[in-house]
């Protein structure tokens, strides 16, 4: 799994990764996801892949990284 982040031009608020993975999913003052710092390698967990799956935006995202820990490619997960 690489690293989650939510693409804030795609995110229109339905909040439903909240929903399903408010472990690893917040939402700002103005009702847009992002990935909770600290949880962004948590794509591997049922629920995050369930709220992956349920984003009606596509928006959650992930980059593959390298060995290093570079950011090597952005791969989307839908």
């Not at 693409?7 to 439903?16: E, V």
């Not at 962004?40 to 820990?69: M, Y």
Request: charged share 35%; aromatic share 6%.
């Amino acid at each position: 799994m690489g690293e989650l982040w939510v693409d804030g031009g795609r995110c229109q608020g339905h909040a439903r990764c909240w929903a399903l993975a408010p472990e690893t999913f917040e939402i700002d003052e103005e009702g847009y996801a992002h990935v909770i710092p600290g949880r962004e390698n948590s794509g591997d967990e049922p629920n995050v892949r369930k709220a992956i799956r349920n984003c009606p935006e596509r928006a959650i995202l992930e980059r593959e990284t390298d060995d290093a820990g570079e950011k090597a490619e952005e791969v989307s997960t839908s």
